[in-house]
Each structure stands twice: as C-alpha cells, then as structure tokens.
C-alpha cells in the first residue's frame, strides 16, 4: 500500500508544495514551526483541499484536480492523530471509539476489543477531561484503529510538558503502531523523535517539501541549510572552493574536503560535536581562542574564535565532555581540528 501525494495549495501569503511517496515505513515530515506540516497533512485527510494536483491511496485517487475527484475526509480511510487529540468532550472514552468503528453490524464488540488493547476498560466511562494526557492518547488512537485505516497521520502527537512525559507518549505511540502495515507520515519538528521512529525523512522548508532521504541520509549529507538546521547542525559559515579545499575567508581557514566541491558551493555546516581537540599537525587543524564556556546538564559548549577571523565573523560551537574540558592545561587558547569527513556542503 502506496500513499503518494504532489499538490499545492496556497494559504493566504504562503504556499504549500507537497511531494511525497510513503510505503510501509515510516516516513517523517520534518519541519520548523509554521513550516506548512499541519496544512500537508489536513490535506492529505481531506479535511483542506489543495488548489491542484493529486493524492493517491494504493493507486486509487483521493483527490485529482484535473479529473475533478475529491473524496470526504471519512472515506479516505486515513486515520489522522490531531495534534490536540480532537476527542468529543462530551462524549465517554467508549462513546468516542464507537463514534469511528467502521464495521456497523459488530460496533459494540469492536469497541470493546480496542477497549482491553488499549487497557480501557476501567476509564471506559469517563470524559476526556478527567484523562490523564496518556489516557487521551491511548483513547485516540483506538478511535484510529477500530476505523480500519489504510494509511495513518501524526500531527506532532508527542507535545507533552516534559521530557519524561514525552518518552512515554512515544512508547504508547511506537507499540500501538508496531503492527500496521500501511502507510504512516508523522509530522515533527523534533529530531530525536524522527530519527527513533522513521527510516525515511522530507525536509519542509518554506512550505515546499524536499527530497525523500534515508534519516542516516539527512544527518550525513543534509544537503540545504534548513534541513541541515533541522537536523541539529549548529554552525554555518560562507565558503568557496579553492581547488580540492574549501576557504573560509571569515575566519581565513582553509579546510580539505571527503566529498568533490560542486561549482554552486558557498556555505557549510559543521556539526558542534565534531569539532575536537587537536595537534596542531592534525589534518585541517587551526588555533582558535575561547570566547566562552557554557556548562550544560551533561557537556560543555564551548564557543570560538578561530585566530585568523575577522571582527564581524561568527563563532565555532564546540561540544565536549566535561572531563575533556576539564583536563585542558589552557582554556583559552586551543587547537581544534574538523575532518574532512565532517563538512556539510550546503546550497
């Protein structure tokens, strides 16, 4: 089962290009807030209608502007996890899962069904006021399931008030999802969440979506500044090709390169992490001095300036371990290195 969708659609000033084909694997749209991942997705449902193009279902057509096709929402069978949840307040957890069961002649067993698979049972008469945050989410994805879906989406779910919270959601989410085979797209602007759940990942950058890659693929060769942002990547710096190097005139560096330069080549990233201690013989090894460090729960962030940048240029984040930083003689002045492997060529 194949969900495939190319369309756009504008939404007051903005607009929204969407290219994506998801299999059985999780595919993730990752995106920063107000990127357009909501409005993708509603589109997908049927709940907003793009201004063209098409969204297929196992090659049956959900909507085609040009054949004029556009199924309800409720025939879609797409199951959409609203980032709220979108219970009926007022109605019971049984009442909100009989309300989706698709199957009318075994309405009553089936809700009961998911009612035990989720564990249920005894919140069965209670209002989604009285839930825990947990509990709704158990409740909204059994009203998913008992509607028999074909393809399901998740609109950031896991917005919990803290860290602890947010794991167990995810685990919630992970197990009640294990078994389906079909499609499922999840919207996220969290990383960790994408790189533990999805194989394949498009970046939403301005509304328009990028190419299909694997999540390894993204953190590797995120290829654009947004998705390379998106990705955790801290520093960006212009930059040309100088031959087989690369010149950072900012900081009057010059760095060798794993991967050819292409011609279009003006800006990279390097990861805070990969910035490391160095001998000053080391491959793309330079002297920087300390501009600050800032001790965080587990590492120190360290920022730099390397000795030969201009007044205006912006600094180097480095990330170490606590002891690392802790046993250098000097802590203002160092010599770091970046492995060619390491640089993010970006366009």
Not at 259 to 280: C, E, K, N, T
Request: glycine share 6%; charged share 25%; aromatic share 6%.
């Amino acid at each position: 089962m194949e969900l495939k969708a190319d369309f756009k659609k504008r939404i007051g000033d903005r607009r929204l290009e969407i290219r994506l084909d998801a299999g059985e694997a999780q595919l993730a749209l990752l995106g920063a807030s107000g990127s357009g991942k909501s409005a993708a997705l509603r589109c997908i449902a049927g709940v907003m209608t793009p201004d063209e193009g098409r969204i297929l279902l196992g090659g049956e057509p959900l909507f085609d502007s040009s054949r004029h096709i556009n199924i309800p929402p409720r025939k879609r069978r797409i199951g959409f996890l609203f980032r709220n949840y979108a219970l009926f307040p007022y109605m019971t957890v049984r009442q909100n899962i009989l309300a989706s069961v698709r199957r009318q002649e075994s309405k009553i067993q089936i809700a009961e069904e998911y009612l035990h698979i989720f564990h249920l049972e005894k919140l069965s008469d209670q209002y989604p006021d009285e839930l825990s945050l947990e509990e709704r989410l158990k409740t909204a994805l059994a009203r998913i399931m008992v509607s028999e879906p074909e393809a399901i989406l998740l609109d950031e779910p896991l917005a919990a008030p803290d860290s602890y919270l947010k794991f167990q959601l995810e685990q919630v989410l992970s197990d009640a999802l294990a078994n389906f085979g079909g499609p499922i797209i999840r919207a996220s602007h969290d990383r960790g969440e994408v790189y533990r759940n999805c194989r394949f990942v498009s970046v939403l950058d301005k509304g328009v979506s990028q190419d299909i890659v694997t999540v390894d693929g993204l953190l590797a060769h995120p290829g654009t500044e947004s998705a390379a942002r998106l990705s955790g990547c801290k520093n960006f710096v212009n930059a040309a090709a100088r031959g087989n190097a690369i010149y950072i005139a900012q900081w009057g560096v010059t760095l060798r390169c794993a991967y050819p330069l292409p011609p279009f080549l003006w800006r990279i990233g390097i990861r805070a992490h990969q910035v490391r201690i160095s001998d000053p013989d080391r491959v793309n090894a330079f002297a920087v001095t300390v501009e600050k460090a800032i001790e965080d729960v587990s590492s120190m962030i360290v920022l730099l300036r390397p000795n030969g940048a201009a007044r205006d240029a912006p600094l180097l984040r480095m990330e170490l371990e606590k002891s690392e930083w802790v046993a250098l003689p000097d802590k203002r002045r160092l010599t770091v290195s970046i492995g060619p492997q390491d640089i993010l060529l970006l366009r």
